[in-house]
Structures are given as structure tokens and as C-alpha cells.
């Protein structure tokens, strides 16, 4: 008990802020899994599995339903795990990768995740090392082709090449509990969004680092879109906190009403080409993942 408490505050000493959940810690040992992160034995992480007594009617629970929510800023932080940087996204923005997926259960089975929620292994929740929180994605099985909607809400997974971390519900309907982990493709669902993101290249993706910047195209114009919000105040908030961190945006960025949403944009650019070098310059300043809008 001494020992896990001196772990619980060295973590929270080294990464300045307390983002992270019960169930992850630098001293924690590597389950037998092989190198490449994917599960052939179907074995568990440490004392992890099904619970003893699942719903029985697990297949009918609803997928998460995206909406827009405040992020919880002290999630958003850089941090280390495991002598591993990790740069949070800021923001609610365009991210598809593909990488492996695996699932904890009864373990860590109503402790606190990262946003501060009780982890239920039988809602339908994720974990990222990256991804702002929280945050909707969309997780499609590459071998079966099955997709789940779910709420990431924790960090995580933080051993081996593993992408993201799925609640026991969602892998179960992915049909990947008894392998342990598997192949999938994620992709972030911006609220509002989601009839103007046109579909970019999937990559194998290391959490971290590896970020997708897409293009969508509304008419005519090219700019850099930043984030969305479903107030003008967050908007206008956070292209000043913009304007302070990066002085060279400054005169660049305008916040537009679309959809119900206020996004902050960056532009106009002359072409695709510049706005894209532009979302990359951003991308490596901030951490997140830009949208390049063709409007």
C-alpha cells in the first residue's frame, strides 16, 4: 500500500497535474503480450476480465451519442508516462489513424478515469494517450468491418503500440474480447461537422505524434480551422489564448458562425498548399489537429 501511494505521487509530482486515472501507473508491469500489441491468446491485462455477471442484454446497449462538451483542462496538459511524452490535443478536431485496440474490465471497473467519471466497463467509453477530453470517436473493427460510437473520457494505453483502450461493452460488440486486442481505425466526430469532413488517408498512427489533417470543402476561400464550440464566448476565448501563444497568428484568426457552431479559423490562405503548410506549422505548436477548409 505504501509502495502504490509513493507511485500515485511521484506520477502526479512528475506530471504536474492529476490527469491520471487509478488504473495506469509508470511502475506498473507489461502484461506477457506479444511485441507487435496484438493479443493472440486471448490472455488478460494482469488480474483484468469479464466481469462475473455481464448484462444480459449487452449487445442492445446503446453506442455513445456525441455532443458538444467543455474539455477538462486539466487533461489537456503535456505529461510522461513511462519516460514517454505525450502532447494532448487542445481541441475537438479532424484525427483518423489506425493502430491497435485493446479493452480493461473488472480491474478498473468504477474508479475514477481522467475526466473524473467512474469507469463502467459496460458503458460505452474509451481511453486515448491524446485525444481531447472529452471527446466521440468512431471505432471500426478492420477485420470484421463492426463500428462502435464511443465517449473517451480517460488516458491511455500506455504500453506497447496500442492506440486506444475500449470499455468491456464496446470491445465485446467488435467482437474483439477473446483475441485481447485487435486492428481498428479511429476517427475523432467533430459535433456539427460531420456531413463536411471529407475523408482523408488512413496511416498507421503512433499516438502520440502521428496526426491526419484532412480537407473539407465549403465553397470557395481556403482557411485553417482550429476548433469549433457551441458558444461565442469559448470561441472568442480561445482565439485570444491563440493570439497570446502564437504571435504570428496574430491578424490571421476570425471566428465565423456555421451550423450552430463558432469555429476559429485561421486565413484567408492563397492555396490549399499554403493553408496546409500552415496547419502543419500549428499542428507542431499546439498539438492538435488542424482541418483545412476549402470554402
Given at each position: 500500500m505504501i509502495r502504490a501511494l509513493l507511485s500515485c505521487i511521484v506520477v502526479m509530482t512528475l506530471s504536474g497535474c492529476g490527469i491520471f486515472s487509478s488504473r495506469r501507473s509508470p511502475d506498473t508491469p507489461k502484461p506477457a503480450q506479444p511485441s507487435t500489441g496484438v493479443n493472440k491468446s486471448g490472455g488478460y491485462y494482469l488480474d483484468d476480465g469479464p466481469g462475473a455477471s455481464p448484462p444480459a442484454n449487452i449487445?442492445?446497449?446503446?453506442?455513445?451519442?456525441?455532443?458538444?462538451?467543455?474539455?477538462?483542462?486539466?487533461?489537456?496538459?503535456p505529461y510522461t508516462v513511462m519516460g514517454r511524452n505525450y502532447v494532448p490535443m487542445t481541441a475537438v478536431a479532424p484525427y483518423r489513424a489506425r493502430g491497435v485496440a485493446s479493452w480493461y474490465g473488472r480491474r478498473y471497473h468504477g474508479k475514477l478515469t481522467a475526466t473524473g467519471d467512474a469507469y463502467d466497463m459496460y458503458g460505452m467509453s474509451a481511453a486515448h494517450p491524446t485525444l481531447p477530453l472529452p471527446s466521440y470517436v468512431r471505432v471500426t473493427s478492420v477485420a470484421n468491418?463492426?463500428?462502435?460510437?464511443?465517449?473517451?473520457?480517460?488516458r491511455g494505453p500506455f504500453i506497447d503500440s496500442r492506440l486506444i483502450d475500449l470499455s468491456y461493452t464496446a470491445a465485446h460488440k467488435l467482437g474483439i474480447i477473446a483475441g485481447g486486442s485487435a486492428m481498428v481505425e479511429v476517427e475523432v466526430i467533430?459535433?456539427?461537422?460531420?456531413?463536411?469532413?471529407?475523408?482523408?488517408p488512413v496511416a498507421a498512427?503512433?499516438?502520440?505524434?502521428?496526426?491526419?489533417?484532412?480537407?473539407?470543402?465549403?465553397?470557395?476561400?481556403?482557411?485553417?480551422?482550429?476548433?469549433?464550440?457551441g458558444s461565442r464566448e469559448n470561441a472568442d476565448a480561445y482565439a485570444a489564448r491563440l493570439r497570446g501563444d502564437l504571435s504570428w497568428l496574430d491578424g490571421q484568426l476570425q471566428v465565423q458562425a456555421r451550423d450552430n457552431l463558432f469555429r476559429v479559423l485561421a486565413g484567408p490562405y492563397a492555396s490549399v498548399a499554403e493553408a496546409r503548410q500552415n496547419a502543419d506549422k500549428i499542428s507542431q505548436a499546439l498539438g492538435i489537429t488542424p482541418l483545412v477548409v476549402v470554402k
Open positions: 449487445d442492445s446497449i446503446a453506442d455513445a451519442v456525441p455532443r458538444v462538451e467543455p474539455l477538462h483542462r486539466g487533461a489537456l496538459r468491418g463492426k463500428s462502435v460510437v464511443v465517449r473517451v473520457n480517460d467533430v459535433p456539427g461537422m460531420a456531413a463536411t469532413v471529407a475523408a482523408a498512427a503512433s499516438p502520440a505524434t502521428d496526426r491526419q489533417i484532412p480537407i473539407a470543402t465549403e465553397g470557395s476561400g481556403v482557411h485553417v480551422q482550429l476548433a469549433a464550440f
